[in-house]
């Protein structure tokens, strides 16, 4: 479909929803916060909380990063559902690791703070950290997309922060 | 979920629903293999559709490709039906400019052959052809993804003759 | 090495650097403000060159986007001056298609404002456009690089506009 | 300078120059190998080292890694002889943590095999491995290009024995 005349992007719409997904999955901005600082306070003697977490709502104002998320967040609850078309439904649902998709996304909201961003992305998505590990073993649940944007936003924020004080 | 013990990587039916999905959007590997003619002809001066087709064929039998085709093709579907959830409902549906998932899955596929072939899909993306303009201006119908994959393809098969080549 | 005690980012020197070589081969900010607005006119009537430059001068104020020019435009010169090892000296001497790492620095500069940006710099590096025509034609001159960032700017710019306008 | 009539792409002496290169700085393939063990023993049991070193060297006859390897390996070569304009000179010398151009090449060579490539990459880049440490506490030379290099190659490996075995 073309695009209608008059058009707006929602950024409210898409900014409240993204934050009350997250929290529906019983993510919190402070839970991210936390893997932010874990990450960072060896670099960033003085670091609090409270500015990682100013710090990661300004990422979730960014279009792209709201874009990112908000399809990866319907993608695991389309797969929750059990609603997305076959053989796609059963490789996300299995999460399987050669996938991709999961990466592709978070990948690209890291990226909007560089490749440094990047890198801190793949670790996060290795080593995991706090409320990613609870995500990656919340069993029954569709959770394919879900610890790869909180990693992202994580991985953004942390590369933010670094061009912030270099 | 974690991943089923014995869970396999569904090639066969992955590649299968490909080509059955771009099908029913009315889009053969030929309308794809004159979207690379069109690109190669004046480098490749005795390039012939069927070795296209053998090599986009070759391309449709990556995973990293399939996944990225696979997931766009849902979501176009899902909005198509108006199941996705909002804003990003609206987002998909109007073609948002400012969107970029499509592009970031189109790109994805498109870089497995090299940033070259990042270059030629953002030249298909602008220029339109074949194909894709028929797709673009399909109206009633979301055809978000589907113009971006035509095009990632075709841009990724460039960027694998381009090599061969050289 | 690793990084001294007290290295600060030199900022403003990397700024005037990346003005002071884009200058050097005849490009000026006017220059890259055309290629925009061929890029924009259609989209954003009362576009003006002015408000287009002075997106430039932001962009160009960007860590990522300095660091991404400075290597591409010392390795053009590395290559002028014959210093580089074989048999990389040829390949950028050449410009061969298949080298593949002006774009890859390039589309880092224009993902920066998203994949919308990417498209962009690839439809740019393809369709050639005001002073990247020139550039691209310069005989005897290495401009592997230059064409690429030139490109890579003016679709960050773009991406940026598209944003605002949304 | 426009290509030349003729010029080829010269994949053996480009594939040959790395070997020499990493040898130079005393990477072995064995070494790199190493890592690939260290990531993927978990996953892929009976992983032999013989077997990884022939997935390396299929990774380094492709042209896209080999070419972001060789301006990697040429960048600290300039810096090390300290060559490079200012600013870029020092910000190499200093491998400042907000350069980033390391990590893109480094994402550049992964993603050829997927984004799960890609991540592997990130997690390489910030928890080190075997040569990898030695090569970033190297003091008194610039090897700011190297260890992201090698993690990179390794990384690919990783993408592409994830992808053989799943």
Same mark, same amino acid.
């Given at each position: 479909?073309?695009?209608?005349?008059?058009?707006?992007?929602?950024?409210? %719409?898409?900014?409240?929803?993204?934050? $009350?997904?997250? $929290?529906?999955?019983?993510?919190?901005?402070?839970? &991210?916060? #936390? &893997?932010?600082?874990?990450?960072?306070? #060896?670099?960033?003697?003085?670091?609090?909380?409270?500015?990682? =977490?100013?710090?990661?709502?300004?990422?979730?104002?960014? $279009?792209?990063? /709201?874009?990112?998320?908000?399809?990866?967040?319907? /993608?695991? %609850?389309?797969?929750?559902?059990?609603?997305?078309?076959?053989? +796609?439904?059963?490789? &996300?649902?299995?999460?399987?690791?050669?996938?991709?998709?999961?990466?592709?996304?978070?990948?690209?909201?890291?990226? &909007?703070?560089?490749?440094?961003?990047?890198?801190?992305?793949?670790? /996060?998505? %290795?080593? #995991?950290?706090?409320?990613? =590990?609870? +995500?990656?073993?919340?069993?029954?649940?569709?959770?394919?997309?879900?610890?790869?944007?909180?990693?992202? =936003?994580?991985?953004?924020?942390?590369?933010?922060?670094?061009?912030?004080?270099?």
């Amino acid at each position: 479909m073309v695009m209608q005349e008059g058009f707006k992007y929602p950024d409210t %719409k898409a900014y409240e929803y993204v934050k $009350r997904e997250l $929290r529906s999955h019983g993510v919190g901005l402070t839970d &991210i916060a #936390k &893997i932010v600082w874990e990450m960072e306070y #060896k670099y960033i003697p003085d670091l609090e909380v409270g500015k990682i =977490i100013e710090e990661i709502d300004n990422v979730l104002h960014k $279009r792209e990063v /709201l874009n990112n998320i908000m399809t990866g967040l319907f /993608l695991d %609850k389309a797969a929750q559902r059990g609603v997305v078309d076959y053989p +796609l439904q059963e490789i &996300i649902e299995n999460d399987a690791g050669v996938y991709g998709v999961d990466e592709t996304l978070a990948i690209q909201i890291a990226n &909007i703070y560089g490749s440094v961003g990047v890198s801190n992305f793949g670790y /996060l998505d %290795k080593a #995991k950290s706090g409320i990613m =590990i609870d +995500l990656d073993n919340d069993n029954g649940k569709v959770n394919t997309f879900i610890d790869d944007i909180v990693g992202a =936003i994580a991985a953004a924020v942390c590369g933010k922060l670094a061009h912030a004080t270099a």
